[in-house]
């Protein structure tokens, strides 16, 4: 016995559904893993001496498809950074 027009028509709509949320979420999940990563990023460049200005250049050189103005354009240098009392 063949599915009815009736039981074709509302699996469409619920595959439909489906492939809609399933882009949202794999949209999403790129975000927040791009976020991830320029922050795993910015964490290592502090961790080795970077001013704050290499810091926007490095992410907005490293930005495909962004605005190419920062909205931190003109940060003053950084202080030196105090390296640990001992060593691990």
Known sequence: MAPGP????????????????????????YLAWRVWHETALKR????????AQEIIDVIGASGAGREGISP?????PAKPV???AYSP
């Open 6 to 29: 009736d039981v074709i028509g509302v699996i469409a709509v619920a595959g439909s559904f489906v492939v809609a949320v399933s882009c949202t979420a794999i949209y999403f999940g």
């Open 44 to 51: 290592d460049m502090v961790a080795r001496g970077y001013s």
């Open 72 to 76: 931190l354009s003109s940060v003053p």
């Open 82 to 84: 105090k390296q640990p």
